[in-house]
């Protein structure tokens, strides 16, 4: 895989290198973003995908970004855009092809460890298999990839004698559970303390009764004896046995073992090698230096280098460009939504200026006029500027009448497309009647403006359930926890 991933950067960067000066100019003109340095790559492969695929006569996306950018070349922004969303897709696979290479370079400083001695696993852990690759050091070749597997370490009569000793001291003192110590017990004992690797442990108690096998105390028996002969305390006791491979128990299960693996056989030869020269009571093995009379060495299987960097690139770039396209969207909604939020105002000062003896032409450039004045104030505002649109449409030769209607489909929405049939068919039949019109207009629009403050209004109430919610569990917390705590005391 580090040849792979080096491979890949490499291409990536000669590549970079080879388009460094691609179409040069058009990106000093045309690509303001960030990563202008990709771009000249980024352009390079998105002219060899066009060419195959024709990505860029994708009608829809071509006419969202219309809509979002009406006074820009709507082919060009679809071209910046794929290159945009190229860039960062090389981005990411640069980044984990970096990642990947510096993890194998990791793994290969480690190199091959050659392995002398294996460690038995520790009592209770059971057994362990090792994968190891048998080399020839003479010829320096590998003769077999063996799998042994190591039996737990085996204590000593006085290391099983000392690991009781200490389990017992454990046991006692967990037994004791509140009381303070065996001379004053007052309440029951805590008999549930069996966890211990390979150890079995049993508890017995007196015949008395006075305690019961689960280390409660036998309340009507010690109530009897307190009647009968007036003490102030109950001599009794209790035992703890603890065992460590104590089993007296034989079942007999004839087996039939079959090498007929020689992979397995050269394994078992190894173990039968280990088997004569160490004894279970030793914790670390000495690998054998000669099987068959031949020189072995053996080394540990080194760890696969991961392909993981190269899918995360890949599905990261990929979601990524994908993403691209769901902001069109989103940048759409808010496009819509603005061109709501501003048809009010738009209506209101065509009809105010109009009453005011202006022609619907002369209106039309004013409010453009004052909006230009105040672009840096209320910043870009799409209504306005498809305005703008149909004026130039206007000084380019086409009718009037036409340049609004065009406008009330260049916005998409009904009340625009409303207004645009409106001042078409003024411009048609004549001026009279358009204030009737237009006050109708507006007052219908300020209704529309009132309903979608009203939905926005909601919205945000809707959003403000999770805060408050979690206002009142914390709320709630703070009441009950510290009545909770005084019932308690």
Avoid at 190 to 197: C, G, K, L, M
Avoid at 371 to 385: C, F, I, V, W
Wanted: aromatic share 12%; glycine share 4%.
């Amino acid at each position: 895989m580090l040849f792979l991933y080096c491979t890949v950067f490499l291409v990536i960067l000669v590549m970079f290198i080879f388009t460094h000066s691609y179409k040069k100019e058009l990106r000093q003109r045309l690509y303001k973003g960030k990563m202008y340095y990709l771009s000249g790559l980024s352009m390079y492969v998105a002219d060899k995908v066009h060419k195959r695929f024709r990505i860029f006569n994708n009608n829809d996306i071509q006419k969202k970004i219309q809509k979002l950018e009406p006074d820009k070349d709507s082919r060009k922004q679809v071209y910046l855009q794929f290159v945009n969303k190229i860039s960062i897709v090389i981005l990411c696979i640069i980044f984990f092809m970096i990642l990947g290479v510096f993890n194998g370079i990791s793994i290969r400083l480690k190199g091959d460890k050659t392995v002398t001695t294996l460690q038995r696993p520790e009592p209770g852990n059971g057994p362990y298999t090792y994968n190891l690759d048998v080399i020839n050091y003479e010829e320096d070749q590998v003769m077999e990839n063996v799998v042994l597997t190591i039996d737990e370490y085996k204590m000593s009569e006085d290391e099983i004698n000392q690991e009781l000793d200490r389990i017992l001291e454990q046991l006692l003192i967990k037994s004791l559970g509140k009381n303070i110590d065996y001379k004053n017990i007052t309440k029951s004992l805590d008999f549930s303390n069996r966890d211990f690797n390979n150890v079995t442990v049993f508890f017995t108690v007196n015949e008395d009764g006075f305690l019961n096998e689960n280390g409660t105390l036998n309340e009507e028996q010690i109530y009897e004896y307190y009647e009968k002969n007036h003490t102030d305390s109950i001599k009794s006791s209790f035992s703890v046995i603890v065992s460590y491979q104590n089993f007296d128990k034989e079942f007999y299960q004839p087996i039939e073992i079959k090498l007929e693996d020689k992979q397995n056989m050269f394994s078992y030869k190894i173990m039968k090698e280990i088997g004569r020269n160490c004894s279970d009571n030793e914790k670390n093995i000495v690998l054998p230096n000669y099987i068959d009379g031949k020189p072995i060495k053996f080394l540990e299987k080194k760890e696969k280098e991961s392909v993981l960097f190269a899918l995360l690139g890949i599905c990261m770039g990929v979601l990524i460009f994908l993403a691209e396209d769901e902001k069109l969207k989103k940048r759409l909604k808010i496009r819509k939504m603005q061109l709501e939020t501003d048809y009010a105002s738009i209506v209101c000062k065509l009809t105010l200026l109009n009453e005011a003896g202006s022609t619907l032409l002369m209106a039309w450039e004013r409010i453009i006029a004052d909006y230009e004045s105040e672009k840096m104030k209320y910043g870009y505002r799409y209504a306005y500027e498809e305005m703008k649109i149909a004026r130039y449409r206007m000084k380019s030769g086409i009718s009037e009448a036409e340049a609004y209607a065009e406008f009330g489909r260049r916005c998409d929405t009904a009340s625009y497309i409303k207004l645009g049939c409106l001042l078409e068919q003024n411009i048609k039949k004549g001026t009279k009647g358009l204030k009737n019109i237009l006050d109708g207009e507006v007052r219908e629009a300020f209704a529309d403006r009132k309903l979608l403050a009203k939905k926005k209004g909601e919205e945000a109430s809707t959003k403000l359930l999770l805060p408050m919610l979690l206002m009142l569990l914390v709320s709630m917390v703070v009441i009950i926890v510290p009545a909770f705590m005084s019932m308690n005391l």
